[in-house]
């Protein structure tokens, strides 16, 4: 153990959880180059720590201690070669220290470091999305020492956390006279420029402009008999001050946007695109909301957070209401202050609210124009917006039925028109290229983008130029149970039994068609006695072109794709047989025809085995399979 300074009690020394050693090891190598950012993240730390005491003191205005004027203050020490930042805000007790200066909690922590690869741009992209924190004062510090006193709390119960960032802090309980945090960074040696009123202020206008609260720093005067500029005791305020969405939108550059955007999203990158409106009317709010550029690590977690910060006549409230806006815009990050609300809301009066029911159906439409403005107008974004979104947007069909029909207009998808995996076609550029009399829109879904552009039911779409749209995300099955038609034109699995191809043909070969399929007969009853329990029907179809069969479900049952989707995630899924299909124009067939007696039920079985396989499903005899084929092949 060893004795901090001014501390009153003996100080503990204690190790990082070993993500965070990782996390700052890769930070100070990974983002150098980038490394005036922790003055955003500490600014930041510090402004939502200000947040949270105006919020606390809400019900209990004892907290404020007659110091209500919330600040940020910045200070540097040219010769002891420091920078503190510091504020007035809620502060933190020694156990909250050693929790959120230790450790990282946080959804998307494991899925983070799984992504990290070892290239160093690469991985400070990452690090960027993850949120760089109060770990980024590493980045110039090779000391970094915080004091801190939680509001409410006596003089006496301040504590002292320090740390070289090596894999070890201590915490010791000190004497602080007032409330809130100070973080004391001693620079690397060759981090000089930042020992500057002018560099600070540059960064800190930068930055920092956009923060409500006042960021101060000593103000400086031209000393002339020394030459220099020397620091007075008053303090000057170097931002705006002002929250920027209470701002005229002609007023906000698009730089401040942005870094807005950074502060709250906890992001490194620019958004990809923003709204800011102020709503009046009924129910009386201003809401800011951006969308990003890249998905957050935690996308998927059920828990993961959301980004919607909720304020009340300026005062910051909660993080993440997930009210105000519907589960599959989880990932718009943003502001919404409302005018209505009280400020003592809790989550349960949110949940009830009408004021937020107004909010969460006005701001969803908002995203939505922002999307729509997007896919009109800057193809090349929405393409970005959809590769890593477009999956989450796909839920909307079923969570947001009043707005299903303008969802439906931003889904995305790939199809055999582009012959592309990557999902660029939309359900109207499909209408706008059907076929005279064609009136459906053709679809198949499958385990991944080569099954279903190989699957053998798309043979006869393509030998007669019908497009037909390829799915293959998981949460596609689910969108298609709620969306079942576009522009009066219903969607329609072409890997589904009751498929009307009469559309598909002229009448000439529609007389074809059912000459063959009267010539099959004996041949359609040899196979359904051979294969017996193991298919539902046997039939001749026209769907087929260069494969000899395919097994298909009737269209009011599961398909395929979806039932093992449900096996898979530990669901019961009722069992339903396959269709065998068979091509009466193919060679195999009339091979097969020609068989007699067990040498037929081989083929007869092959034939299934294979068109099952063709469809993605697993074989329940693999073995069986391989021999029989091998027998044939010599045979
Ligand atoms: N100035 C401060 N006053 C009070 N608490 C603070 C302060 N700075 C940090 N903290 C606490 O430490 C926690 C960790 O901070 P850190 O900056 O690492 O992460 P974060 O702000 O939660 O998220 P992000 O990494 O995305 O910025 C914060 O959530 C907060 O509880």
Known sequence: MTQAESTNTPSETLGFQAEVKQLLHLMIHSLYSNKEIFLRELVSNASDACDKLRFEAIDKPELMQGDAELRVRVEYDAQARTITISDNGIGLSRDEAVANLGTIARSGTKEFFSRLTGDKQKDAHLIGQFG??????????????????????????????????????????????????????????????????????????RYSDHISLPVQMRKEEWDSEKSEQVKTDEWETVNQASALWTRAKSEITDEQYQEFYKHIAHDFSDPLAWTHNRVEGRSEYTQLLYVPKQAPMDLWDRDGRRGVKLYVKRVFIMDDAEQLLPNYLRFVRG?????????????????????????????????????????????????????QFGQVVKEGTGEDPANRERIAKLLRFASTHTESPAQSVSL????????????????????????????????????????????????????????????????????????????LADEEEK???????????????????????????????????????????????????????????????PEAK??????????????????????????????????????????????????????????
């Open 132 to 205: 760089v924190g109060f770990y980024s004062s590493f980045i110039v510090a090779d000391k970094v020492t915080v004091r801190s006193r939680r509001a409410g709390l006596d003089a006496a119960e301040g504590v002292q956390w320090e740390s070289d960032g090596q894999g070890e802090f201590t915490v010791a309980q000190v004497e602080k006279a007032d409330r809130g945090t100070s973080v004391t960074l001693h620079l690397r040696e060759g981090d000089d420029e930042f020992l500057s009123g002018w560099k600070l202020r540059e960064v800190l206008r």
């Open 335 to 387: 502001v919404i202050d409302s005018a209505d609300l009280p400020l003592n809301v809790s989550r349960e009066i949110l949940q009830e609210s009408r004021d937020v029911k107004a909010i969460r159906e006005g701001s969803a439409k908002r995203v939505l124009s922002l999307l729509e403005d997007l896919a009109e107008n800057q193809a090349e974004q929405y393409a970005e917006f959809w590769e």
């Open 428 to 503: 109207a550029d499909y209408v706008g290229r059907m076929k005279e009399g064609q009136d459906s829109i053709y679809y198949i879904t499958a385990e991944s983008y080569s099954a279903a552009a190989n699957s053998p039911q798309l043979e006869i779409f393509r030998k007669k130029g019908l497009e037909v749209l390829l799915m293959s995300d998981r949460v596609d099955e689910w969108m298609l149970s709620f969306l079942h038609e576009f522009e009066g034109k219903k969607l329609v699995s072409v890997a589904k039994g009751g498929l009307d191809l009469d559309e």
């Open 511 to 573: 007389k074809q068609q059912s000459e063959q399929a009267e010539s099959m007969k004996p041949l359609v009853e040899r196979l359904q006695k051979a294969l017996g329990e193991r298919v539902k029907e046997v039939r001749v179809t026209a769907r087929l072109v260069d494969s000899p069969a395919c097994v298909v479900v009737d269209a009011d049952e599961l398909s395929p794709h979806l039932r093992r989707m449900l096996q898979a995630a530990g669901q019961q899924a």
């Open 578 to 635: 396959p269709i065998l299909e068979i091509n009466p124009g193919h060679a195999l067939v009339a091979r097969i025809d020609q068989a007699q007696d067990e040498a037929f039920d081989e083929w007869a079985r092959l034939l299934l085995d294979q068109a099952m396989l063709a469809e993605g499903a697993q074989l329940e005899d693999a073995a069986g399979f391989v021999k029989r084929m091998n027998k044939l092949l010599l045979g």
